[in-house]
T-cell receptor, first 112, second 111 residues
C-alpha cells in the first residue's frame, strides 16, 4: 500500500516566520503534489513536481515555494507566513499524472 | 478558474436511501474521473474512478454515471449507511493536465 507521510499533523507559527512542511512517499512515485484545502473551495493545487528538482506552479503558488531534492521527499515552504495561509495542507503522490493520487493525512497549519 | 463544478455542497440522507452527487467539467481533454472520500482528520482516499469509454461503473454500493456529451458525471451511493458520512470530492484529469477537484460535498447519513 502506498504511504504518504506528512511530518506534522498540527503546526502553529507566527506571522513572518519561514515555515517548512515535509512530505515523504514510499512508492517511488514520479509525481508529488501540494494542495491547500479550505471549506467550500475544495483542493487547490499550490505546486507539483514531476521529477527530482523539477517543479511546476499550480493555481495558487504566491507566497509558497517547494523543494524536491530526493524522489521520495517534497517540501512546501512558506517564505514569510501570513494569517491568510492558515489552512489544511495536503500532500499527494502519483505514478503518472493521469492516475490516482495518494494523499497524506494533512497538516493543519495556523498562523497567528 | 473552477474547471470542475460539484453539487450539492452538503447532503443529508436517511439510512438506506440513495445519495447522489453531481459534477460537471469544462475541459474536453479530461479522460480520467475519480471520486475521493475523506473522513475527518484523514486525507482523501480514492473511492472509485471511471474513464470515458464506459457510461457507468459500479463497485459495491457505489456507482459512477458518466455522460460524455453533457460533460457530466455523478456518484450514486445505494443503501447509504451512517459510515458513509464523509466529504466526497469529484476530480478530473488527463495526461497533460494536473488533476482538478470539485469543491466537495459533505454527506451526512442519518440513522
Amino acid at each position: 500500500d502506498v504511504k504518504v507521510t506528512q511530518s506534522s499533523r498540527y503546526l502553529v507559527k507566527r506571522t513572518g516566520e519561514k515555515v517548512f512542511l515535509e512530505c515523504v512517499q514510499d512508492m517511488d512515485h514520479e509525481n508529488m503534489f501540494w494542495y491547500r484545502q479550505d471549506p467550500g473551495l475544495g483542493l487547490r493545487l499550490i505546486y507539483f513536481s514531476y521529477d527530482v528538482k523539477m517543479k511546476e506552479k499550480g493555481d495558487i503558488p504566491e507566497g509558497y515555494s517547494v523543494s524536491r531534492e530526493k524522489k521520495e521527499r517534497f517540501s512546501l515552504i512558506l517564505e514569510s507566513a501570513s494569517t491568510n495561509q492558515t489552512s489544511m495542507y495536503l500532500c499527494a503522490s502519483s505514478l503518472v499524472l493521469n492516475q490516482p493520487q495518494h494523499f497524506g493525512d494533512g497538516t493543519r497549519l495556523s498562523i497567528l | 478558474q473552477q474547471q470542475v463544478k460539484q453539487s450539492p455542497q452538503s447532503l443529508i440522507v436517511q439510512k438506506g436511501g440513495i445519495s447522489i452527487i453531481n459534477c460537471a467539467y469544462e475541459n474536453t481533454a479530461f479522460d480520467y474521473f475519480p471520486w475521493y472520500q475523506q473522513f475527518p482528520g484523514k486525507g482523501p482516499a480514492l473511492l472509485i474512478a471511471i474513464r470515458p469509454d464506459v457510461s457507468e461503473k459500479k463497485e459495491g454500493r457505489f456507482t459512477i454515471s458518466f455522460n460524455k456529451s453533457a460533460k457530466q458525471f455523478s456518484l450514486h451511493i445505494m443503501d447509504s449507511q451512517p459510515g458513509d458520512s464523509a466529504t466526497y470530492f469529484c476530480a478530473a484529469s488527463s495526461n497533460n493536465n494536473d488533476m482538478r477537484f470539485g469543491a466537495g460535498t459533505r454527506l451526512t447519513v442519518k440513522p
